[in-house]
Protein backbone atom coordinates (compact mmCIF):
# COMPACT_ATOMS: atom_id res chain seq x y z
CA UNK A 1 0.00 0.00 0.00
CA UNK A 2 1.56 3.48 -0.36
CA UNK A 3 1.81 5.98 2.56
CA UNK A 4 -0.64 8.06 0.95
CA UNK A 5 -3.52 5.35 1.36
CA UNK A 6 -2.31 4.29 4.33
CA UNK A 7 -2.51 7.83 5.70
CA UNK A 8 -5.98 8.20 4.45
CA UNK A 9 -7.31 5.00 5.91
CA UNK A 10 -5.56 5.31 9.34
CA UNK A 11 -7.41 8.93 9.26
CA UNK A 12 -10.53 7.55 8.08
CA UNK A 13 -10.32 4.43 10.65
CA UNK A 14 -8.09 4.98 13.35
CA UNK A 15 -6.05 2.06 12.57
CA UNK A 16 -3.81 -0.23 10.88
CA UNK A 17 -3.33 -3.41 9.67
CA UNK A 18 0.53 -4.22 9.17
CA UNK A 19 0.73 -7.89 7.65
CA UNK A 20 3.67 -10.33 7.94
CA UNK A 21 5.54 -7.00 10.36
CA UNK A 22 7.51 -9.46 12.02
CA UNK A 23 8.95 -12.61 10.54
CA UNK A 24 8.71 -16.66 11.78
CA UNK A 25 12.28 -16.43 12.81
CA UNK A 26 12.39 -13.75 14.60
CA UNK A 27 8.68 -14.74 16.21
CA UNK A 28 10.00 -17.95 17.39
CA UNK A 29 12.80 -16.00 19.33
CA UNK A 30 10.58 -13.56 20.96
CA UNK A 31 8.37 -16.99 21.93
CA UNK A 32 10.98 -19.04 23.34
CA UNK A 33 11.86 -16.26 25.41
CA UNK A 34 8.27 -15.47 26.71
CA UNK A 35 8.08 -19.04 27.71
CA UNK A 36 10.83 -18.59 30.20
CA UNK A 37 8.92 -15.89 31.73
CA UNK A 38 5.55 -18.33 32.34
CA UNK A 39 6.23 -19.08 35.88
CA UNK A 40 6.15 -15.71 36.89
CA UNK A 41 3.45 -14.72 39.95
CA UNK A 42 1.35 -11.43 39.72
CA UNK A 43 3.41 -9.00 41.19
CA UNK A 44 6.40 -10.88 40.96
CA UNK A 45 9.84 -9.18 39.30
CA UNK A 46 12.91 -10.97 37.71
CA UNK A 47 15.48 -8.81 36.79
CA UNK A 48 13.74 -5.59 35.63
CA UNK A 49 10.80 -7.79 34.57
CA UNK A 50 7.04 -7.56 36.10
CA UNK A 51 4.65 -9.71 35.93
CA UNK A 52 1.92 -6.53 36.75
CA UNK A 53 -0.07 -7.56 40.26
CA UNK A 54 -3.36 -6.92 38.52
CA UNK A 55 -3.11 -9.98 35.86
CA UNK A 56 -4.46 -12.67 37.91
CA UNK A 57 -5.94 -16.19 37.07
CA UNK A 58 -6.15 -16.42 33.13
CA UNK A 59 -4.56 -13.28 31.86
CA UNK A 60 -0.75 -12.46 32.39
CA UNK A 61 1.10 -9.33 31.33
CA UNK A 62 4.89 -9.49 31.54
CA UNK A 63 6.04 -5.76 31.61
CA UNK A 64 9.34 -3.99 30.42
CA UNK A 65 9.80 -6.52 27.32
CA UNK A 66 12.76 -4.88 26.22
CA UNK A 67 14.35 -5.89 29.18
CA UNK A 68 14.13 -9.80 27.63
CA UNK A 69 16.62 -9.26 25.63
CA UNK A 70 17.84 -8.22 22.07
CA UNK A 71 15.25 -10.06 19.80
CA UNK A 72 12.66 -7.42 21.89
CA UNK A 73 14.76 -4.06 21.59
CA UNK A 74 14.88 -5.36 17.52
CA UNK A 75 11.31 -4.26 18.51
CA UNK A 76 11.73 -0.77 19.88
CA UNK A 77 12.45 0.91 16.22
CA UNK A 78 11.34 -1.78 14.14
CA UNK A 79 11.15 -1.62 10.37
CA UNK A 80 7.66 -2.19 9.60
CA UNK A 81 6.50 0.43 11.76
CA UNK A 82 8.87 2.88 13.25
CA UNK A 83 8.38 5.67 10.24
CA UNK A 84 4.42 5.32 10.47
CA UNK A 85 4.76 5.83 14.28
CA UNK A 86 7.21 8.39 13.81
CA UNK A 87 4.77 9.88 11.43
CA UNK A 88 1.22 9.76 13.28
CA UNK A 89 2.82 10.77 16.38
CA UNK A 90 4.14 14.03 15.29
CA UNK A 91 7.29 14.35 12.78
CA UNK A 92 10.78 15.73 14.21
CA UNK A 93 9.54 15.73 17.95
CA UNK A 94 10.94 12.52 18.75
CA UNK A 95 9.42 9.51 20.37
CA UNK A 96 9.31 7.62 23.69
CA UNK A 97 7.47 4.38 24.82
CA UNK A 98 5.88 4.35 27.73
CA UNK A 99 4.46 1.07 28.46
CA UNK A 100 5.62 -2.65 26.49
CA UNK A 101 4.00 -5.48 27.79
CA UNK A 102 3.00 -9.19 26.81
CA UNK A 103 -0.42 -10.33 27.30
CA UNK A 104 -0.88 -13.96 27.67
CA UNK A 105 -4.43 -14.57 28.13
CA UNK A 106 -6.59 -18.11 28.28
CA UNK A 107 -9.98 -19.19 27.95
CA UNK A 108 -12.95 -16.46 29.58
CA UNK A 109 -10.55 -13.21 29.69
CA UNK A 110 -11.80 -10.76 27.72
CA UNK A 111 -10.25 -6.72 27.31
CA UNK A 112 -13.77 -4.35 27.67
CA UNK A 113 -14.55 -1.60 26.02
CA UNK A 114 -12.64 1.68 26.63
CA UNK A 115 -11.39 4.53 25.19
CA UNK A 116 -12.97 6.71 22.53
CA UNK A 117 -12.31 9.83 21.36
CA UNK A 118 -15.53 11.60 23.39
CA UNK A 119 -13.05 11.97 26.58
CA UNK A 120 -10.68 14.29 25.15
CA UNK A 121 -7.78 12.95 26.85
CA UNK A 122 -4.91 14.69 25.41
CA UNK A 123 -2.64 11.67 26.25
CA UNK A 124 -4.36 9.24 23.87
CA UNK A 125 -5.67 11.65 21.69
CA UNK A 126 -6.01 11.70 17.55
CA UNK A 127 -4.74 14.80 16.01
CA UNK A 128 -4.18 16.07 12.24
CA UNK A 129 -3.02 20.18 11.47
CA UNK A 130 -2.07 21.72 8.89
CA UNK A 131 -0.47 18.26 7.02
CA UNK A 132 0.84 16.97 10.05
CA UNK A 133 -0.41 13.91 12.76
CA UNK A 134 0.11 14.80 16.27
CA UNK A 135 -1.65 11.96 17.99
CA UNK A 136 -0.79 11.47 21.70
CA UNK A 137 -0.67 7.58 22.05
CA UNK A 138 0.23 4.92 18.89
CA UNK A 139 0.18 1.42 19.70
CA UNK A 140 1.50 -1.97 18.46
CA UNK A 141 -0.52 -4.58 18.98
CA UNK A 142 1.76 -7.59 17.84
CA UNK A 143 0.52 -11.54 17.71
CA UNK A 144 2.85 -13.89 18.62
CA UNK A 145 0.18 -16.59 17.44
CA UNK A 146 -2.47 -16.33 15.03
CA UNK A 147 -5.67 -15.24 16.59
CA UNK A 148 -8.95 -16.36 14.71
CA UNK A 149 -12.45 -16.42 16.15
CA UNK A 150 -12.88 -17.81 19.62
CA UNK A 151 -9.14 -16.55 20.10
CA UNK A 152 -10.24 -13.36 21.84
CA UNK A 153 -8.99 -11.21 19.28
CA UNK A 154 -8.63 -7.22 19.55
CA UNK A 155 -12.28 -5.70 18.88
CA UNK A 156 -11.89 -1.90 17.53
CA UNK A 157 -14.84 1.03 16.72
CA UNK A 158 -13.57 2.27 13.67
CA UNK A 159 -13.43 5.87 13.11
CA UNK A 160 -14.64 6.50 17.07
CA UNK A 161 -11.30 8.10 17.17
CA UNK A 162 -13.08 11.07 16.27
CA UNK A 163 -16.55 10.80 18.24
CA UNK A 164 -18.11 13.24 19.54
CA UNK A 165 -20.90 11.16 21.53
CA UNK A 166 -20.27 8.45 24.09
CA UNK A 167 -21.44 4.95 22.55
CA UNK A 168 -24.31 3.57 24.36
CA UNK A 169 -22.65 0.32 25.34
CA UNK A 170 -20.39 2.46 27.93
CA UNK A 171 -23.63 3.03 30.13
CA UNK A 172 -25.20 -0.23 29.13
CA UNK A 173 -22.34 -2.32 30.23
CA UNK A 174 -22.59 -3.99 27.14
CA UNK A 175 -18.95 -4.08 26.50
CA UNK A 176 -17.89 -5.04 30.06
CA UNK A 177 -17.14 -8.50 29.00
CA UNK A 178 -15.84 -8.06 25.86
CA UNK A 179 -17.53 -6.13 23.08
CA UNK A 180 -18.94 -9.46 20.95
CA UNK A 181 -22.89 -7.40 21.53
CA UNK A 182 -21.45 -4.08 20.79
CA UNK A 183 -22.69 -2.35 17.93
CA UNK A 184 -20.05 -1.04 15.74
CA UNK A 185 -17.38 -2.97 16.83
CA UNK A 186 -15.48 -5.63 15.11
CA UNK A 187 -12.75 -7.95 15.61
CA UNK A 188 -9.46 -7.82 14.12
CA UNK A 189 -7.97 -11.28 13.10
CA UNK A 190 -4.54 -11.56 13.29
CA UNK A 191 -1.88 -14.19 11.77
CA UNK A 192 1.00 -14.68 13.81
CA UNK A 193 3.63 -11.95 13.29
CA UNK A 194 1.00 -9.29 11.78
CA UNK A 195 0.69 -6.29 14.43
CA UNK A 196 -2.16 -3.82 14.65
CA UNK A 197 -1.63 -0.12 14.85
CA UNK A 198 -3.96 1.76 16.23
CA UNK A 199 -4.77 5.32 17.49
CA UNK A 200 -5.48 4.95 21.58
CA UNK A 201 -8.48 7.06 21.72
CA UNK A 202 -10.47 4.68 18.99
CA UNK A 203 -12.50 2.83 21.49
CA UNK A 204 -11.37 -0.81 21.47
CA UNK A 205 -10.88 -3.97 23.16
CA UNK A 206 -11.48 -7.25 22.73
CA UNK A 207 -13.65 -10.45 22.23
CA UNK A 208 -13.65 -12.99 24.84
CA UNK A 209 -11.38 -15.75 24.16
CA UNK A 210 -13.22 -18.92 24.49
CA UNK A 211 -11.36 -21.56 22.67
CA UNK A 212 -8.87 -23.70 24.65
CA UNK A 213 -4.74 -22.44 24.63
CA UNK A 214 -3.34 -18.93 24.83
CA UNK A 215 -3.57 -15.84 23.32
CA UNK A 216 -0.28 -13.97 23.09
CA UNK A 217 0.71 -10.59 21.74
CA UNK A 218 2.51 -8.07 22.68
CA UNK A 219 1.48 -4.26 23.08
CA UNK A 220 4.01 -1.75 22.47
CA UNK A 221 2.59 2.14 23.39
CA UNK A 222 4.31 5.19 21.37
CA UNK A 223 3.81 8.67 22.04
CA UNK A 224 5.86 12.09 22.46
CA UNK A 225 9.47 12.28 23.64
CA UNK A 226 8.22 14.00 26.55
CA UNK A 227 5.91 11.73 28.04
CA UNK A 228 6.37 9.56 31.21
CA UNK A 229 5.91 5.60 32.16
CA UNK A 230 2.20 5.23 33.04
CA UNK A 231 3.46 2.82 35.68
CA UNK A 232 6.78 4.77 36.67
CA UNK A 233 9.35 1.74 35.30
CA UNK A 234 12.68 2.86 34.34
CA UNK A 235 14.77 1.25 31.87
CA UNK A 236 17.64 -0.90 33.14
CA UNK A 237 21.13 0.86 33.20
CA UNK A 238 22.26 -2.08 31.41
CA UNK A 239 19.32 -1.82 28.81
CA UNK A 240 19.64 1.57 28.24
CA UNK A 241 24.13 0.90 27.81
CA UNK A 242 23.68 -1.53 25.45
CA UNK A 243 20.83 0.26 23.25
CA UNK A 244 21.98 1.28 19.98
CA UNK A 245 21.61 5.27 20.42
CA UNK A 246 18.62 5.29 18.06
CA UNK A 247 16.86 2.75 20.75
CA UNK A 248 18.13 4.39 23.66
CA UNK A 249 16.44 7.43 22.55
CA UNK A 250 13.56 6.00 22.27
CA UNK A 251 13.24 3.89 25.48
CA UNK A 252 14.96 7.47 27.31
CA UNK A 253 14.68 10.11 25.65
CA UNK A 254 15.12 12.83 28.82
CA UNK A 255 18.24 13.08 29.83
CA UNK A 256 18.40 12.87 33.82
CA UNK A 257 16.60 15.91 35.90
CA UNK A 258 18.87 18.69 36.07
CA UNK A 259 19.59 19.75 39.67
CA UNK A 260 19.71 23.64 40.30
CA UNK A 261 23.20 25.35 40.49
CA UNK A 262 24.87 23.30 37.77
CA UNK A 263 27.63 25.23 35.74
CA UNK A 264 27.91 24.25 32.08
CA UNK A 265 25.84 23.09 29.46
CA UNK A 266 22.36 21.48 29.66
CA UNK A 267 22.56 17.71 27.94
CA UNK A 268 20.64 18.72 24.48
CA UNK A 269 17.36 16.68 23.13
CA UNK A 270 18.03 15.43 20.12
CA UNK A 271 15.17 13.36 18.28
CA UNK A 272 17.76 11.07 16.39
CA UNK A 273 14.93 8.59 15.00
CA UNK A 274 12.40 11.22 13.90
CA UNK A 275 15.40 12.78 11.90
CA UNK A 276 14.88 9.84 9.51
CA UNK A 277 11.28 10.19 9.23
CA UNK A 278 11.66 13.97 8.75
CA UNK A 279 14.42 13.55 5.87
CA UNK A 280 11.82 10.93 4.40
CA UNK A 281 9.09 13.01 4.37
CA UNK A 282 10.24 16.69 4.09
CA UNK A 283 9.34 16.80 0.93
CA UNK A 284 5.20 16.80 1.62
CA UNK A 285 5.94 18.45 4.62
CA UNK A 286 7.16 21.95 2.87
CA UNK A 287 4.84 25.03 3.30
CA UNK A 288 2.60 22.69 5.24
CA UNK A 289 3.53 23.90 8.86
O1 LIG B 1 -6.08 -7.07 24.25
C1 LIG B 1 -6.50 -6.53 23.24
O2 LIG B 1 -6.68 -7.12 22.20
C2 LIG B 1 -6.82 -5.07 23.33
C3 LIG B 1 -5.69 -4.31 23.92
C4 LIG B 1 -6.10 -3.02 24.49
O3 LIG B 1 -7.19 -2.83 24.91
C5 LIG B 1 -5.15 -1.91 24.56
O4 LIG B 1 -4.07 -2.02 23.99
O5 LIG B 1 -5.47 -0.90 25.19
Redesign the pocket.
Known sequence: MSVEMDEYLFDLRGYLMLEGAVEADHQAELNAILDTYQDLEPGEWRGWVRRSPNSKGTTRHLHQVFEMGEPFERLIDHPSWIDHITRFVGGDDGLFIDESFA?IRQQTAA?PL?SGAHKRRIRTQYRYHNGQFRCGQI?I?LALRDVGPGDGG?MVIPSSHKSNLLHPAFESGEGRGGLENVEGAVEVSYNAGDALMFV?CMA???AERVNDGERR?L?IRYGPHWGTDRYGYQPSPELVRRLTPERRQIVQPLPPITPPNVEGEYPKREPRVAKAAVDKYKGRWEGRR
Open positions: DTHNLTDHGSII
